[in-house]
């Protein structure tokens, strides 16, 4: 089975700052990576997700990823943050040919103005 | 077009009684799974149906049964609820291809057992 490490349960960042939050995965194969965001008392909303085409993926609000296979990482950027990227972030890897997704525990980001 | 949608949003049992919670999505999806989330542990898969008439275990299935009653619909029962069940439930589907696609969730159920 897969698993996916996110680094960090709480990261805070300044109003324009840069957003980094970490995403690892455990796979000998590329899989399909997501990037999701939930905001209080809601469900998750897709942000981004890579499926072997470009490297680089870009999402909503700004966000972008960079599938990195050397490093089995999926990072998730953003260049300036804003006090509405306030939620929690989570990544999440499934399998070329499996129906089950895994899901990472989670980061929340503070944004402080 | 209302995508997923779950009943109810919250709901506290005690100990010992029984609930079903509901899903339904209206995008014609054959995917469909229920989630329980906690803090700091993340969103883990209970049960998982890949098409109508098929239900499969996921990482906890303990406490819990399952129906997909059919394409659209697809419940969560909890025969005896315990205080360790209290969480938010999610339901998610996902459009035909399998993993290529993104998940679509619910707005969740808050379940609080005492």
């Known amino acids: 089975a897969q698993s996916v490490t996110q680094l960090g349960s709480h990261v805070s960042v300044s109003e324009g700052a840069l957003v980094l939050l970490r995403c690892n995965y455990s796979?000998?194969?590329?899989?399909?990576l997501f990037w999701y965001v939930q905001y209080p008392n809601q469900g998750l909303q897709l942000l981004l997700k890579y499926t072997s085409a470009a490297t680089l993926v870009k999402g909503i609000n700004g966000f972008e990823a960079e599938f990195k296979k050397s490093e089995t990482s999926f990072h998730l950027t953003k260049p300036s943050a804003h006090m509405s990227d306030a939620a929690e972030y989570f990544c999440?890897?499934?399998?070329?040919?499996?129906?089950?997704?895994?899901f990472g525990t989670g980061t929340s980001l503070t944004v402080i103005p | 077009n209302a995508g997923v949608t779950q009943t109810p949003k919250f709901q506290v049992l005690k100990t010992g009684q029984s609930m079903t919670l509901q899903c339904a999505q209206d995008m014609n999806h054959n995917s469909m799974y229920w989630y329980r989330q906690d803090p700091g542990m993340g969103l883990r898969l209970i049960y998982y149906s890949a098409s109508e008439g098929t239900t499969d275990k996921g990482e906890v299935p303990n406490g819990y049964n399952v129906s997909r009653l059919n394409k659209r619909e697809f419940s969560l029962r909890l025969e005896s609820a315990a205080p360790s069940q209290t969480s938010v439930y999610f339901c998610?589907?996902?459009?035909?291809?399998?993993?290529?696609?993104?998940?679509?969730f619910g707005p969740g159920t808050r379940l609080t057992v005492l």
């Open positions: 796979s000998s194969v590329p899989p399909y």
């Open positions: 999440a890897v499934s399998e070329w040919t499996g129906n089950q997704f895994y």
């Open positions: 998610a589907s996902i459009a035909p291809g399998g993993g290529y696609n993104e998940q679509f």
